[in-house]
């Protein structure tokens, strides 16, 4: 926040490089964000929609951004050198507009972050946080005055509060919750160098700060690119083709100014959204992230190699139209290739602990390819354009992407860290926790109950005829409150034994990850005999139905 507005009230070069330089060394939220993504969603099928948001959000920051920069950058169009004898505000700063808005929004960021962002790392889970207990006492405050809004204005009818809208189990201590918390928070020494730096982990490294080289190369040239005077203009500075044997000897732009070169920007970023949120997650699941990398590292020299001729279409909305669509197809790659190779990176690490200081690594070595590209860029473009060669600085982009492209042959896809990768049927799972925790009995023939074995799953049909049918009744005004199995199949016998008195109202999930259906077992009240109770409907009648699923007693 602090530098964006030393950004827009720089009165010089030295200042400018300054501000940015600081503003470079001071973020390193790039890291922590992913490092959090990765200890919240470890499970490699739901990777592809959990890091594609990270670059969501940026798209939809290149929505707004560039049209707010556009829309209030240098709003009385002062000339670069131009004096004035008594300059206002607006005349001395005119660039102050856009960042101090992108302030305002930092200020916003940093104010949500201090009362609501929660700890992932477990091991700091217990620290005592009092930005979060005074964003929980905000909160507190705030539902309190929107239950008196609502009280008064009767937007809602007002019920009494019954057991199901109540926790089952609460806090007779203040200190209970946090004293487990602190338990959890055991002091690990730091892991060592050749823990995070593993063969794969700099193999990705150096895929991502390439990666991140050419692509920032890119997006710093295209605005410089899109506002340099057309070929079919009048100045000096362009070299039209024709004036040499040779057909790549051109040098031109498209002539636009800075409020239409943040329309593009921000139809680009409307485009990024969308292909982020609605085409990203389900081909990279279906297809794998490495795979997509491979075809993103070879379509990008493509698409570089392609940019400069766009400046030799006949008309401006032409220039701009062949540019969006080599944009759209560098967007494709740039929306793939970033979440894929963060993944990998992700799943390269050697464990959940190392992988902050593995994504800390990534945003130091990214960062020089930040900084290396558009210097390349830059110092190509410029001796290019003299030269009467736009193509150079598009066709330098287009080898570094060739280049970048080699080391992505050599990358594995890790395991991740959410366990089995979902082989294990659910029968080698369930009978994998019976064993651990001592179960007992053997399968009859053909599939019948044998001895200690019992159901656990009773049809719809046979519930409702034995509890006088009440599922046709709630089915229409109830949600289900845990998912069952499906009703066309067959009474899974699982092994076990009656469950002792002491024992008695004990719950126990058997769940598989990635699987849709969670199968529970129960004890059975005393009282209640050899008949269990589904726990079908239980969405709006409390506690009172039981589980899915019975067991008969012994």
């Not at 920069?69 to 670069?80: D, E, H, I, Q, Y």
């Not at 091991?123 to 809004?149: E, F, I, N, P, V």
Request: charged fraction near 15%; hydrophobic fraction near 40%.
């Amino acid at each position: 926040m602090i530098t964006s507005l030393m950004w827009g009230f720089s009165k010089s070069l030295p200042m400018a490089i300054a501000a940015r330089a600081l503003s470079g060394a001071g973020n390193g939220n790039v890291g922590i964000i992913r490092t959090t993504v990765a200890e919240m969603v470890p499970f490699k099928e739901l990777q592809p929609r959990a890091f594609s948001i990270m670059p969501l959000v940026w798209n939809i920051g290149s929505i707004f951004g560039p049209t707010i920069g556009g829309a209030l950058a240098n709003p009385l169009n002062v000339k670069p050198g131009e004096q004035f004898r008594n300059p206002s505000f607006l005349q001395r700063f005119p660039y102050s507009p856009p960042n101090i808005v992108s302030a305002c929004f930092f200020a916003v960021g940093i104010i949500v972050g201090i009362l609501f962002l929660e700890e992932t790392l477990e091991t700091l889970q217990g620290r005592r946080d009092y930005g979060l207990r005074l964003g929980d006492k905000l909160k507190g405050l705030a539902r309190s005055h929107a239950m008196k809004l609502d009280d008064i204005l009767h937007w809602r009818s007002s019920r009494p509060v019954d057991s199901e809208h109540e926790p089952l189990l609460k806090d007779t201590e203040t200190g209970t919750h946090e004293s487990l918390q602190k338990s959890l928070a055991v002091k690990h020494k730091a892991p060592s160098f050749r823990e995070v730096l593993n063969p794969q982990a700099m193999l990705n490294l150096f895929v991502y700060t390439l990666l991140a080289m050419h692509n920032m190369a890119y997006d710093q040239l295209l605005p410089v690119y899109m506002q340099y005077p057309s070929i079919h203009s009048h100045s000096k500075y362009v070299t039209k083709p024709g004036t040499t044997n040779n057909p790549l000897h051109f040098a031109g732009g498209f002539s636009l100014d800075h409020f239409r070169i943040g329309l593009v920007s921000t139809c680009y970023g409307v485009l990024g959204m969308l292909i982020q949120f609605f085409i990203f997650p389900p081909v990279a699941r279906r297809l794998g992230v490495l795979y997509c990398l491979k075809w993103c590292a070879c379509v990008f020299p493509i698409a570089y190699f392609l940019m400069p001729f766009t400046a030799l279409m006949p008309t401006q909305a032409s220039q701009v139209g062949a540019c969006f669509a080599v944009m759209t197809l560098k967007c494709f790659c740039g929306i793939f290739a970033f979440p894929c190779s963060t993944i990998l990176l992700t799943n390269s690490a050697s464990s959940l602990r190392v992988l902050g200081t593995l994504n800390g690594f990534a945003t130091s070595t990214s960062a020089i390819g930040r900084a290396a590209g558009p210097a390349i860029g830059g110092a190509v473009f410029t001796a290019g354009v003299k030269a009467g060669y736009i193509v150079a600085p598009w066709w330098t982009f287009s080898a570094l992407a060739m280049l970048a492209a080699i080391p992505v042959f050599w990358l594995e896809e890790g395991e991740g860290f959410g366990g089995d990768n979902g082989e294990v049927s659910d029968e080698e799972d369930i009978e994998e926790i019976l064993d651990e925790e001592g179960w007992e009995g053997e399968a009859g023939a053909a599939g019948e109950p044998g001895p200690g074995m019992m159901p656990i799953y009773q049809p719809e049909e046979e519930e409702e005829e034995a509890y006088g049918g009440i599922g046709g009744l709630l089915s229409k005004t109830t949600t289900r409150s845990s998912m069952v199995m499906d009703d066309s199949e067959a009474s899974t016998p699982i092994a076990g034994k009656s469950r002792q008195g002491s024992q008695a109202g004990s719950l126990h999930a058997l769940s598989r990850r990635g699987s849709r259906r969670v199968m529970r077992r129960t004890s059975i009240p005393f009282g209640m005999g050899g008949e269990g109770i589904s726990r079908r409907y239980s969405s709006n009648l409390g506690q009172s139905f039981g589980t899915a699923g019975s067991y008969h007693g012994q």
